[in-house]
T-cell receptor, first 109, second 119 residues
Framework: LAKTTQPISMDSYEGQEVNITCSHN???????ITWYQQFPSQGPRFIIQ???TKVTNEVASLFIPADRKSSTLSLPRVSLSDTAVYYC??????????FGKGTRLSVIA | SAVISQKPSRDICQRGTSLTIQCQVD?????MFWYRQQPGQSLTLIAT?????????ESGFVIDKFPISRPNLTFSTLTVSNMSPEDSSIYLC????????????????FGPGTRLTVL
């Protein structure tokens, strides 16, 4: 399984765009990149998933360069309610997700 | 997406006892997973539970300590046996939406978790 590296923590002010970058140098051909969000005392919630280039949904955008060795989760105009831990996961969709340490995002008023 | 419920939502138990956690899904799924999240830590996969076969445990987890049942495609239980304070964690059930199951994006969905405290 590809190992992922992401910042342990980030701070942002409300209304700003937040970009969280994840490194996954050993990503395999069959691997997808998936991001989850977890609030305290809740299970992780799926945010976005991609294989290459750019993916956008109503919550976030995911940018994946051509070599796929990294990815960036972009959260537009964050609010206090976006304070959470964000996990970057890389893996074959036919195997269970393996979680790394995640990035603790704190949004400040 | 799948709706997953777990019972109990939380419990406080005495050491040496056992607790069975239930996971119910609102649709039939082939693959179910159990994770543990220790305080302040990330999630760790305990085992994969497929209906009709024995659960597959990850390194560091054994069936005697964490027996799992999977009687049908919408239900599973995880038992934490002979508990010690080190078992205090949140236990999460997850279901997989893999290619062909038609649950939307191929990924996993998680239940709300069961917060276990062992005294």
């Amino acid at each position: 399984l590809a190992k992922t590296t992401q910042p342990i923590s980030m701070d942002s002010y409300e209304g700003q765009e937040v970009n969280i970058t994840c490194s996954h140098n050993n990503i395999a051909t069959n691997d997808y990149i998936t991001w989850y969000q977890q609030f305290p005392s809740q299970g992780p919630r799926f945010i976005i998933q991609g294989y290459k280039t750019k993916v956008t949904n109503e919550v976030a955008s995911l940018f994946i360069p051509a070599d796929r060795k990294s990815s960036t989760l972009s959260l537009p105009r964050v609010s206090l309610s976006d304070t959470a831990v964000y996990y970057c996961l890389v893996g074959d969709l036919n195997t269970p997700l393996v979680f790394g340490k995640g990035t603790r995002l704190s949004v400040i008023a | 997406s799948a709706v997953i419920s777990q019972k109990p939502s939380r419990d406080i138990c005495q050491r040496g006892t056992s607790l069975t956690i239930q996971c119910q899904v609102d649709s039939q799924v082939t693959m179910m997973f159990w994770y543990r999240q220790q305080p302040g830590q990330s999630l760790t996969l305990i085992a994969t539970a497929n209906q009709g076969s024995e659960a597959t445990y990850e390194s560091g987890f054994v069936i005697d300590k964490f027996p799992i049942s999977r009687p049908n495609l919408t239900f599973s239980t995880l038992t934490v046996s002979n508990m010690s304070p080190e078992d205090s964690s949140i236990y999460l059930c997850s279901v997989g939406s893999f290619r062909g199951q038609g649950m939307g994006t191929d990924t996993q969905y998680f239940g709300p978790g069961t917060r276990l405290t062992v005294l």
